[in-house]
């Protein structure tokens, strides 16, 4: 039974990769053109230097905006951007219901401290439990949303350089001492 299903689900992600990639659906609509372009591109799903080290930003960004939608903003963004989209995907679950109160905290501190200095920030505390009302959660949503925006956008930008530079650096490393092996084994020879 599972040989027959491996079958058919094999045969249809065949059947709708050739529909996508037939040429007249493809120019037909703007839409499929676009998707074509960026999401059927080899290059975005086969890990390069520079597509890893700009998939590795891109998810890093979008793990720390604590969004509910971060994986389809994710494929997007590294779509858009011409990275791995598997990586970003994959860096989208770094933030899990165990890693959130921390991410939370953290973006709210940078929040504050960014706000602070040019705007006047809640004076109201975090909160450290869930409020009783739905009134109450909207008051402290308005109030304290924008501050963890602003910290997740700082903290986003700051952590996804670090990763691309990391990442980046990385790749140089393991490829340079690659060749070196080479060359060794070549002179060795």
């Known amino acids: 039974m599972l040989a027959i299903l491996q079958g058919w689900f094999r045969r ?11 040429p007249r659906k493809l120019r037909g609509r703007p839409t499929m ?4 372009r960026h ?42 951007f011409r990275v791995n989209i598997p990586v970003a ?3 989208c679950w770094l933030s899990n219901p165990f890693t959130i109160p921390f991410i939370a905290w953290l973006e709210y501190l940078i929040g504050k401290w960014f706000l602070a200095l040019y705007t006047t920030v809640p004076t109201t505390p975090f909160p450290t439990q869930l409020p009783d009302s739905m009134v109450d959660a909207w008051i402290v949503l308005k109030e304290h949303a924008p501050v963890m925006l602003m910290g997740g956008i700082i903290l986003g930008a700051a952590v996804a350089l670090i990763s691309y530079i990391a990442t980046w650096g990385g790749w140089e490393i393991a490829s340079r001492r690659e060749i070196a092996k080479k060359l060794r084994v070549a002179k060795a020879a």
Not at 15 to 20: C, D, P, W
Not at 33 to 36: D, E, G, H, N
Not at 48 to 76: K, Y
């Open 12 to 22: 249809s992600v065949f059947k709708t990769i050739r529909y996508l990639k037939h």
């Open 89 to 91: 995907i994959a860096l």
């Open 33 to 36: 053109r676009w998707f074509a």
């Open 39 to 80: 999401f059927l591109d080899k290059r975005v799903w086969r890990p390069t230097q520079h597509t890893l080290s700009g998939g590795m930003a891109v998810g890093m960004f979008i793990t720390l905006q604590l969004l509910p939608i971060q994986m389809p903003t994710a494929t997007i963004l590294a779509a858009i």
